[in-house]
């Protein structure tokens, strides 16, 4: 992928593979839908028409692009993870963690989470991954050498 900016609010980017699927092989990204039709019309129609193609049209796909969040750590799940350890080291630990308040609750998973995020940051671990979303097909029509 090309250097793009998600800084800005609305990334819209093109995709010109004639399948359908999830991922996506940008080459035209814009700031506006308007701008994003405009430059894939342009350059669609630059693209070498295949000999055994008899179409009148080429289809190309549009959307915004929006990075994909690291899902947060769950206070639960991992408290569930401990207290099981513990439980199974001694029973006796039933009820381990068990005077906990919301208010802790909410500070450990805070305080987790923003440790996991400083870590992913620190060591470049971003996965980078994007979803593309207000998917449209745009029907160019071409012309011929005859």
Known sequence: MKNTNLNKTE?????FSKSDNELWDIEV?????????KKGTEYIKELEIEEDDDSDYR???????H???IPTI???????????KMYERTELA?????????????????????????WIDNNNLDPGCFV??????????IEKDK
């Open 11 to 15: 990334l819209w980017v093109a995709d």
């Open 29 to 37: 990204e814009a700031n506006s839908k308007e701008e994003i039709i």
């Open 59 to 65: 289809i190309f796909r549009i959307g915004t692009m």
């Open 67 to 69: 990075k994909v969040d």
């Open 74 to 84: 769950d206070y639960d799940e991992i408290v569930d993870t401990v207290i099981d």
């Open 94 to 118: 039933e009820d381990f963690l068990s005077s906990v308040t919301k208010e802790q609750e909410k500070e450990l998973e805070a305080d987790i989470n923003h440790i996991f995020k400083n």
């Open 132 to 141: 593309i979303q207000d998917v449209e097909e745009i029907k160019v029509e």
